[in-house]
């Protein structure tokens, strides 16, 4: 059974960075594509950033420059480097682990063969 668990939300200000981190079990993790994903309050859940098991990455606009999506694959770790974090930046993070999961893929969600983790909360004051 796959497990996903993300750690290292928290508060932070404005211009500040986070490290978000997301530990793998129960799943060949280098054979995997691991994404991270973001749902802010009310809204629906989207794309962040992906990397495949080759260390190919692709992240949304609006985090391209200030975010880094890496992977170690000796620990099962997928990680997500913020700096300068903004207030719009707040919301729910999930990371979510693919199997058969591409960049172009992954920024539409895992496939049904996918899986989530709890998430944790971000929040980024002004």
């Known amino acids: 059974q796959v497990q996903l668990v993300e750690s290292g939300g928290g508060l932070v200000q404005s211009g500040g960075s986070l490290r978000l981190s997301c530990a793998v079990s129960?799943?060949?993790?280098?054979?995997?594509?691991m994404g991270w994903y973001r749902q802010a309050p009310g809204s629906y859940r989207k794309f962040v950033a992906a990397i495949t098991s080759n260390g190919n990455t692709d992240y949304a606009d609006s985090v391209k420059g200030r975010f880094t999506i890496s992977r170690d694959n000796a620990k099962m770790m997928a990680y997500l480097q913020m700096h300068n974090l903004k207030p719009e930046d707040t919301a729910v993070y999930f990371c979510a682990a693919d199997r058969l999961g591409t960049l172009v893929s992954m920024s539409y969600g895992p496939s049904e063969l996918g899986t989530w983790g709890q998430g944790t909360q971000v929040t980024v004051s002004s």
């Open positions: 129960g799943t060949s993790f280098s054979l995997t594509t």
